[in-house]
């Protein structure tokens, strides 16, 4: 199971930190994503790692703003997010695939957590 949280209303030049807990399984040779659906838009690919570290891969629109990071003593996936626009706000969802890779298509992953809502304001 994933949990995604820390989403919220900010304000556009603010950061936040988005958290992904993973249960249910052992996740090491696992790839986890994070997406992000706006409103009347697909869903898009973020970032992913590979659980235990490596393998980093980051969309163009967030290269240089956003880092992904995971915590395998807390079984978490971070997606640290830093001077955020209006066009981040989305709906953002954790997700994970059997091995990890550079995947960006959201039918590669399996697991998907609920989502969490960022909203950022102009």
């Known amino acids: 199971q994933l949990q995604a949280s820390g989403g919220g209303l900010v304000q556009a030049g603010d950061s936040l930190r988005l958290s992904c807990a993973a249960s249910g399984r052992t996740y090491s040779n696992y790839g986890m994503g994070w997406f992000r659906q706006a409103p009347g838009k697909e869903r898009e690919f973020v970032a992913s790692t590979r659980w235990s570290g490596g393998s980093i891969y980051y969309a163009d629109s967030v290269k240089g703003r956003f880092s992904i990071s995971s915590d395998n003593a807390k079984n978490t996936v971070y997606l640290q997010m830093n001077s955020l626009k209006f066009e981040d706000t989305a709906v953002y969802y954790c997700?994970?695939?059997?091995?990890?890779?550079?995947?960006?298509?959201?039918?590669?992953?399996?697991?998907w957590g609920q989502g969490t809502q960022l909203t950022v304001s102009s």
């Open positions: 997700a994970a695939r059997y091995r990890p890779g550079y995947y960006s298509d959201p039918k590669d992953f399996g697991s």
